[in-house]
């Protein structure tokens, strides 16, 4: 059977799921896959590496930021699953966090992913027509990469 690994992130779930379900053959299992990005953090934890922090005003940024990406997580989980629901469709949901391109590349390979299905609302004209992260996906996956566009209309 033919697994795809449905990428989304925090807004517009419910139009990429549409647009997936529109392009994809209803007989693909689906993993739904959804990445915290720990970029920030990262970036605040460097920043302020630098500065002279002392008592709890780091840790204050740091537990703020990591509340805000358990609330987005929690947010996407139950718009998946009241999509699902509604369809009658049956999808693994996954969490991950770390760098989108690199979690998606990770778990496509220990999973034996058959397609990657994600949006992009890139405007996809110039001299770089696809976003960094997407261009990362498409140059390094070992299975099909479907970019769906239309879903940001």
Request: hydrophobic fraction near 45%; glycine fraction near 8%; include cysteine.
């Amino acid at each position: 059977m033919t697994t795809a690994l449905i990428c989304v992130r925090g807004y517009r779930v419910a139009a990429l799921l549409d647009a997936a379900a529109n392009a994809l053959s209803s007989d693909l299992t689906w993993i739904v896959l959804h990445v915290v990005d720990t970029r920030p953090l990262h970036e605040v934890d460097r920043a302020l590496g630098g500065l002279p922090v002392h008592g709890p005003g780091r840790h204050r940024v740091e537990d703020r930021l990591q509340r805000a990406a358990q609330e987005q997580d929690d947010a996407v989980k139950a718009e998946v699953a009241a999509w699902l629901h509604a369809r009658g469709r049956d999808a693994e949901v996954v969490v991950s966090h770390g760098r989108p391109e690199q979690e998606i590349l990770r778990l496509a390979d220990a999973r034996g992913i058959d397609l990657i299905a994600l949006g992009s609302e890139h405007p996809g004209v110039g001299p770089h027509p696809l976003s960094p992260p997407v261009r990362f996906l498409i140059d390094h996956a070992k299975c099909d990469v479907l970019l769906l566009r239309r879903y940001a209309t």
